[in-house]
């Protein structure tokens, strides 16, 4: 288990190098990011101000639809559902990566305490430093859980569809953040960046976790859990199988 833990420690490490890469350029105010970063934002804030329809759809996405209280709520529906059907691992590692993720996000933005866009005639706002964008970081973690856990309860021929509605709501997210005028470019790049380690680093110490015990490695596309479909989805004895599942 120890070795298994560190090897987890270590992917999340790895998955952690481009945001830390990141980060030294922001801190470093690197020519190149700042004009991508001031060039996006004068472009989009154009936009916003010539589509007051446009900007009323990203305020409505973005404020409530993706709203990280939103998401935060549907992993927390997720969890108390898991804990009812007693899959005790898998709501420890939803609940894990939520507020870990959350923890650490607002850590960085503290520690960075980078400046939010300052636009003439702002077409919304929003409090607290820019780096790394919390929606950006939360829709991240939070997709990731939702599709990870799920996707064993849905047929084959509709997992892509899964794939694509997580994939395009975090991008979205990230898109809207930028569009408001509220956070850079690189700020959206990083949330996305470490909330993607925080999912590297709770899945892999999960799959330690089932390898302890007893279950076989999974592929990613079967969801963390794949014996979830099962009547009982834990194990009847540490290091013991639950029952087979259909296939």
């Known amino acids: 288990m120890g070795v298994r833990l560190l090897l987890a420690v270590g992917a999340g490490a790895v998955a952690a190098v481009p945001f830390g890469l990141l980060l030294l350029l922001v801190e470093g105010a690197w020519p190149p990011l700042l004009r991508l970063d001031a060039g996006a934002a004068r472009r989009l804030h154009e936009v916003a101000l010539e589509h007051p329809g446009w900007t009323a759809t990203l305020r409505f996405l973005s404020d409530w639809l993706w709203d990280p209280a939103t998401l935060r709520i549907a ?49 919304a706002e929003a409090p607290g430093y820019s780096f790394p964008s919390g929606h950006a970081m939360t829709a991240t973690t939070s997709c990731a859980v939702l599709l990870l856990v799920l996707l064993p309860l849905v047929p084959r021929r509709w997992r892509g569809l899964c794939w694509a509605a997580a994939g395009i709501s975090v991008v979205g997210v990230g898109f809207t953040r930028i569009a408001l005028g509220v956070h850079w470019f690189s700020d959206v790049i990083g949330g996305w960046l470490l909330g993607g380690a925080v999912v590297v680093l709770t899945g892999w110490a999960f799959e330690a976790w089932r390898s302890d015990a007893g279950r076989p490695r999974t592929d990613v596309s079967e969801g963390l859990e794949p014996e979830l479909t099962d009547e009982e989805p834990e194990p009847r004895a540490y290091g013991t199988e639950s029952g087979s599942r259909d296939r």
């Open 75 to 123: 992993v927390a529906l997720l969890t108390g559902w898991l804990l009812y059907r007693r899959a005790w691992r898998l709501a420890a590692w939803a609940a894990t990566t939520a507020i870990g993720g959350a923890l650490t996000g607002v850590l960085v933005k503290v520690v960075v305490e980078r400046a939010r866009p300052s636009l003439q005639d702002p077409v």
